[in-house]
């Protein structure tokens, strides 16, 4: 595979000495040499072995479990004491190559490398220097970092908070609910897998675009519950919560806590009055691409989501909107379950793993816009 177009400034670095350790599912690694270190003391780390030779470093990468679906999470925190360039090499077990490399200073602000794709191991170099350098398949969007957006949004557009529960390992799961006047609930979820990023960079701007719509906030109650997941964000897996479960696809039995939390505030929501009327979920895959529910399934009202998709193309001209509608039944995917319980049209809003971070945001911007409008249209057109 050709190198990639994106560059980091470099300079040399060549090391001598070779170490190896193994890493606990803890995420708490290190290896080093004389001259370079690697730890992965943060959340969302992982590196299962590593090994330092020379200028180069040699990573494994496995999943929390088998199966799983193929989506091979890394990052690590790479310095040395000498400012150079070294090679990486990842190799993926139980999975194949996915994200591509990215490289941070502080965290915010990230560059994609190139890299090439060597049977079947991904090769990238990096420049270092004494200070820590993050290395991830994506940017890394943290608990830490809910917590901050969440505690932001809560005190900027007077939001209450909800506690749902708590994860496996005792993570909160936390709503934050924007409280209209009406009996109408829109419910809007994310990171129920770990790695799916762009989902999330996807969701933030979402979220406070519909905040900012006073009109929408009046007639339509807003439930968030952007990190069902905690545990898994924390742990850097690939795609399951800690007891090795996928859960989307626990919107059937509701056996794990995570979200077992989400329907019991749903019920009680319902118990209350409350009409839960529609449902967008954030996710990433390979391509931009919203998964539906099918009109002509007794959904009410029958269009809602087309013609939010329609609003959407117009708005976006030059983002190709590709709807794939789909009726899987008993399953336990989020937009099934919604959709058959309550009656309502769900959505699972995918955006592409490497889409341009820039079109991701105006896109999102742009959805929100779109449902609020169709939403606000479909309570006039009821009346």
């Known amino acids: 595979m050709l190198f990639h177009k994106h560059l980091l400034s470099a300079s040399l670095l060549f090391i001598c000495c070779t170490l190896h350790a193994s890493v606990n599912f803890d995420g708490k690694a290190r290896c080093q040499s004389e001259s370079l270190l690697l730890t992965t003391d943060f959340e969302s780390a992982r590196v299962n072995d590593c090994k330092i030779n020379g200028n180069h470093v040699s990573i494994s990468i496995k999943p929390e479990n088998k199966p799983i679906n193929s989506s091979p999470w890394y990052a690590f925190k790479l310095q040395a004491t000498t400012a150079g360039e070294v090679t990486v090499r990842v190799k993926y077990y139980g999975g194949k ?72 390992q005792g993570r909160a799961i936390t709503a934050l609910l924007s409280k209209g006047q009406s009996d109408k609930y829109l419910l809007v979820i994310g990171r129920q897998h770990p790695p799916e990023i762009t989902g999330a960079l996807a969701y933030f701007p979402f979220s406070e675009t519909l905040l900012e719509n006073s009109t929408f906030r009046q007639h339509y109650n807003i439930v968030f519950v952007p990190n069902i997941n905690p545990d898994g964000v924390a742990l850097g897996h690939w795609r399951h919560n800690v007891n090795g479960v996928d859960l989307n696809r626990d919107w059937k039995h509701f056996k794990q806590p995570e979200t077992a939390a989400i329907k019991q505030y749903l019920d009680t929501i319902v118990k209350r009055g409350g009409k839960i009327t529609y449902g967008v979920d954030f996710h990433s895959t390979h391509h931009d691409v919203f998964y539906t529910m099918p009109q002509g399934k007794g959904l009410t009202p029958d269009d809602t989501t087309v013609n939010w998709l329609e609003r959407l193309a117009l708005a976006e001209p030059n983002f190709t909107v590709l709807d794939k509608p789909g009726h899987n039944p008993g399953r336990g995917v989020f937009k099934q379950w919604l959709s058959d319980t309550y009656g309502v049209h ?8 490497n889409t341009n971070r820039k079109v991701i945001k105006q896109v999102a911007i742009s959805a929100a816009n779109t449902l609020s409008e169709t939403l606000l249209n479909q309570s006039k057109t009821a009346k």
């Open 346 to 353: 769900a959505i699972t809003y995918e955006m592409g793993d």
């Open 97 to 168: 190559h996915r994200y591509h490399p990215k490289v941070s200073v502080d965290g915010v602000n990230w560059t994609a490398l190139p890299y090439r794709i060597k049977n079947g191991d991904l090769v990238f170099q990096v420049t270092l220097s004494d200070a820590p350098l993050l290395v991830a398949g994506q940017e890394i969007v943290s608990n830490h970092a809910y917590e901050n957006w969440m505690k932001t949004i809560k005190t900027r557009f007077e939001l209450t908070s909800v506690s749902l529960g708590q994860s496996v």
